[in-house]
Nanobody
Framework: QVQLVESGGGLVQPGGSLRLSCAAS????????MGWYRQAPGKQREMVAS???????SYADSVKGRFTISRDNAKNTLYLQMNSLKIEDTAVYYC????????WGQGTQVTVSS
């Protein structure tokens, strides 16, 4: 069964850091383009970062320089390191298999509040 399970969300103060993990199973992770998306209350879901099978990364302008996406193919796990968090980063963060076939995780809540 194809499954993406996010973890690592929580409540942090502005300026703090958090690392999200996405454990993948039932998919050919090594050859999949993966991504992190987020959806804040009342807003459209947006792409945060993506990483191709060979390691090429892409980031939304709003998170460049603060977030880092990475993958461990041996562990079938995707990561998102989030530093210098801002209140506007508050959202549900979703792990996604972008290609070859789209698959979504259930999401994990990240709340940035003082």
């Amino acid at each position: 069964q194809v499954q993406l399970v996010e973890s690592g969300g929580g409540l942090v103060q502005p300026g703090g850091s958090l690392r999200l993990s996405c454990a993948a199973s039932g998919i050919d992770f090594r050859f999949s383009t993966m991504g992190w998306y987020r959806q804040a209350p009342g807003k459209q879901r947006e792409m945060v970062a993506s990483i191709r099978s060979r390691g090429t990364t892409s980031y939304a302008d709003s998170v460049k320089g603060r977030f880092t996406i990475s993958r461990d193919n041996a562990k079938n796990t995707l990561y998102l390191q989030m530093n210098s968090l801002k209140i506007e980063d508050t959202a549900v963060y979703y792990c996604k298999r972008v290609s070859p076939i789209e698959t979504w995780g259930q999401g994990t809540q990240v709340t940035v509040s003082s």
